[in-house]
């Protein structure tokens, strides 16, 4: 019996993924009360915004204790690597609170590039062959990579906010970037290990999967643009946009998706006893007509959040007690048939420096599309912008070309100063 009492809810981090989050919790007849931390202008709308920093736990702890919070939905992987359920679990003040996300173990999956290759190949999930270098094995590397063919892959270990991956087509700037890696410290402590790979040529893509610990759910496929230049060129970002369902992924592919990596990782969760209940977000890509990991997440992805999450039919809390009751057997997820896109509208010179501060004009004049809010915040009443990635607009269209349209019809309405999209999400499909 699905338990299905209203709760109050709190949701942590601050971009597009936890404003859609809050936008599906605040649309559930389950919730009571909801709650972010920090939040941001979007989020404001629909919630109580708690100013805090996400990894500092005996002020989240106050804040779940002094408003009766019943469960903890984590948006970024920083809290969850750091070990925020484990906090909750090891607390008798907090250990009967439900947290949505991997207890500290299994978030290394994404904490730790060479524990994730380490459980791929443990569990025979199909993913590229890598060796991983540490600073005095440097020379080592180098010998490695002479042993690839270009383009070269370099990834620091640890957290770098999604920009730790290099892909470099010459021999010698690869060797040149090992060496700042592992000995300048390149991406900080996050690169004190880097993970050299085989480069695995083919299509990308995103899949979700729900999991209570012993039963999973899987949500729609979803494709992101990480790129800041059209064509996919120039720096990385958090990601530029996105496209929901993934045109090339047929019935076929999902069933080879399932079959070959969902299965093996939610078994391979209980065998290495990595207790998990949360979003598995696993990083794929096609060569050929066959899937193979490049990554996992332990939390949703951003923009894909804000493709995905919109297609969900279901009460979005009923779903979240069913991950933390672990009944998610006894729950039908239900899909809406219709494509959704997400553009991301950035502040002129992100990946790199960029100011804040900018007024955000004419979001209120938004009709045919959901703008979720990133690195937006109120000051004196106005929305400004805070960060790097501003504005997500999501669209609903019978094919993604249709939803694109609509998402780039609404970006004309909207404006700040520098104010940058790519005009060529969905490009490749």
Known sequence: MLQTKTMKILVLGSGGREHAFAWKIAQSKLCDKLFVAPGNSGTAGIAENIPVNVLDFSTVKEIVLDNKI????????????????DFFLKDKDLSHI??????????????????AKEFLYRHHIPTAAYQSFSRDEV??????????????????????????????????EAKEELRKMLVESKFGKASSKVVIEEFLDGIELSCFVLTDGKNYKILPTAKDYKRIGEGDTGLNTGGMGAVSPVPFADAEFLDKIEERIIKPTINGLIKDKLPYKGFIFIGLIKVG?????????????????????PRLKNDFVEVLQGIANETLDSINLEIDSRAATTIMMVSGGYPEAYEKGKEIKGLENITDSIPFHAGARLEN?????????????????NTYEEALKKSYKSLEKVHFDKMYFRKDIGFDL
């Open 70 to 85: 019943d469960m903890v939905v984590v948006g970024p992987e920083d809290p969850l690597v750091q070990g925020i359920h």
């Open 289 to 309: 007509n066959d899937p193979k990991v490049i990554e996992y997440n332990v939390r949703m992805g951003d923009p894909e959040t804000e493709v995905v999450l």
């Open 98 to 115: 439900h947290v949505i996300g991997p207890q500290k173990a299994a978030a290394q999956l994404e904490g730790s590039k060479e524990f």
């Open 139 to 172: 020379e080592a590397g180098y010998k490695f990579l002479e042993t690839l063919k270009p383009p070269y892959v370099l990834k620091a270990d640890g957290l770098a906010a999604g920009k730790g991956v290099l892909i470099l087509n010459d021999l010698n």
């Open 381 to 397: 009443d106005e929305v400004v912008t805070s960060g790097g990635r501003v504005v997500a607009m999501t669209s609903f269209g």
